[in-house]
């Protein structure tokens, strides 16, 4: 049987890698292999859902998403509530993003929980680059917010710690 | 960034030890737009566990641990893939002058992607001394620079000459329709008539190039000095400087240079300008050295308002088009991206990123052949 990409189903996982990983992103590089986003960037560049399973354009200013039903590596779930708490989280932030604030959701943007699997993005006015910027858009536990968070355990805000 | 070890997300993998982050200081490119600069701040050692719970079992986790060695140079790890096994496995950002040593290691092998980024030159249009405000001055220095010369000189084939700002990609060849952008040929007869017409310069051009890309600004500026009869200083900015010259560019200070190389990437091949041109004309660019181009953030908000895929591929193009026309940066190349990798490591590479999820090693590889102990180095070689 052939999967994504050609590759066969996994087997259980195996084996250790060292890497050596001078780009001055690897920061970035190791929440990418660690997290997951509504998107993620397929091997040729281009995105993909990830934690979503499918989104719509309802109108032009409201993107709705589908969440499979999953979990995190805690155990618990990861729902459209999980995306609910990670937009909230970023929207009390003028400039969460290390790269800069092309990748900032409009402040003003809405997020509205339909259902355990459907999420709905009330954009305030039409930004068709969103899709990109979900890329940055992490989803965490419930306790990685309550006991980590991104810069929030140490006392500082979430301002370029994204 | 996650600042330490946790079972925190549902990626394919879990940090289990160390942390590699990036202290960050803002610095303010327009209005409430703003980028940070950024400090690297790694421990010794970075390890990453299989997620069991990963739902993408087809993608992987294929690897049961993956270790991150901040404790090596560069040019060890690339000692330690080439001629042993066991230390390092997969070494990034290979140098292309250190290509061919991997391609003829006994262990190692090279892996190469078009990535999605660029070497350009950043022109500070308010240089004293020299033409650059004006467009015939900067499309004759695009004109004075063989693509195809550099690519063989300084990257031994490993980079793609850019017409643009849009990376050569297998995605981006819509962006880059046949006939719809025309980039700039090598021309000297037409690039000197320009640069005179321009009113030429009154002084020598400084060429400043970021730390890895020597190899380039010297061939780049043998090209501008024989194309042009210009006098070209060049010189190369340490990490200290490098910093400096970051925060002076977003601030829209001025430089100590006039042409600036650096590389950038974007983390996705669906919209290139929103990280390439954006960064080096738009209102909000962390690179612009020059005035606000009103006619690029009109083609910039046109992008923003297109849901379809289809018409953003065709806005971005309009918009590489007028960057193109008007000479915005010194376009250069894409620089494939070069990684050494043990030959029993299957390793895919990302055209944007790097990640491990799909990676995998083989039954000969040491850490499925050998468990309990790290083989050195010469162990490494008697029995590879």
Sequence with gaps: MVGVNGLRPRTAPRGTVRVVDPHPLNWLYLTYNTVEEPVRVSRGGKIRPAAMRRFRWVDRQTLELHFRRERFADGTALDARSFHRAVTEQLRWQAPHPPGTQFNLDRRTRVEVVDDETARLHLPEVDGLVLGKLRATHIMTEHFWRDLGFGYAQGRPGEGHW | ?384
């Design chain 2, 1 to 384: 960034m996650i600042d330490a070890p946790g079972p925190w997300a549902s990626g394919a993998f879990v940090l289990v030890e160390g942390h590699s982050v990036v202290h960050t200081e803002r610095v303010a490119t327009d209005g409430e737009d703003c980028t940070w600069l950024q400090t690297e701040d790694r421990s010794p050692t970075v390890r990453l566990h299989a997620n069991p719970h990963h739902w993408n079992q087809r993608r992987g986790p294929r690897l049961a641990e993956v270790e991150f060695r901040n404790d090596l140079t560069s040019a060890e790890a690339l000692d330690l893939v080439c001629d042993g096994i066991g230390e390092v496995d997969l070494v990034t950002e290979v140098p292309a002058a250190a290509a061919r040593r991997v391609q003829q290691s006994r262990h190692a092998r090279l892996v190469s992607v078009a990535a999605v980024r660029v070497l350009a030159g950043v022109l500070d249009r308010e240089a004293e001394g020299l033409p650059l405000h004006d467009g015939r001055a900067r499309r004759a220095l695009n004109l004075a620079i063989d693509r195809a010369a550099l690519v063989r000189e300084a990257f031994d084939g490993h980079a793609a000459p850019l017409h643009g700002l849009t990376p050569p990609t297998p995605l981006t060849a819509l962006h880059r329709f046949p006939g719809r952008l025309r980039g700039y040929p090598h021309d000297r007869v037409a690039a000197r008539r320009l640069w005179a017409a321009a009113g030429g310069a009154s002084r020598a051009l400084r060429l400043a190039a970021f730390e890895g890309w020597e190899a380039a600004a010297d061939v780049v500026a043998a090209q501008l000095r024989e194309s042009l009869d210009l006098v070209v200083e060049v010189g190369v900015l340490d990490r200290d400087q490098q910093y400096e010259a970051r925060r002076r560019l977003a601030e829209q200070g001025s430089g100590d240079w006039d042409v600036l190389l650096l590389d950038h990437g974007s983390q996705s091949a669906d919209v290139p300008p929103v990280e390439l041109h954006r960064a080096f004309v738009g209102r909000s660019g962390e690179f612009r050295a020059g005035p606000v181009d009103p006619r690029f953030e009109q083609l910039f908000a046109r992008l923003r308002a297109q849901t379809s895929q289809l018409r953003q591929v065709l806005a971005a193009n309009r918009i590489d088009r007028h960057v193109t026309r008007e000479a915005s940066a010194l376009f250069l190349v894409a620089p494939r991206s070069l990684y050494a990798v043990n030959r029993h490591v299957r390793f895919l590479p990302y055209a944007t990123s790097f990640e491990l999820a799909d990676t995998s090693v083989r039954r000969r590889h040491w850490s499925r052949r050998r468990r309990s102990r790290r083989p050195g180095r010469d162990e490494g070689q008697a029995t590879a």
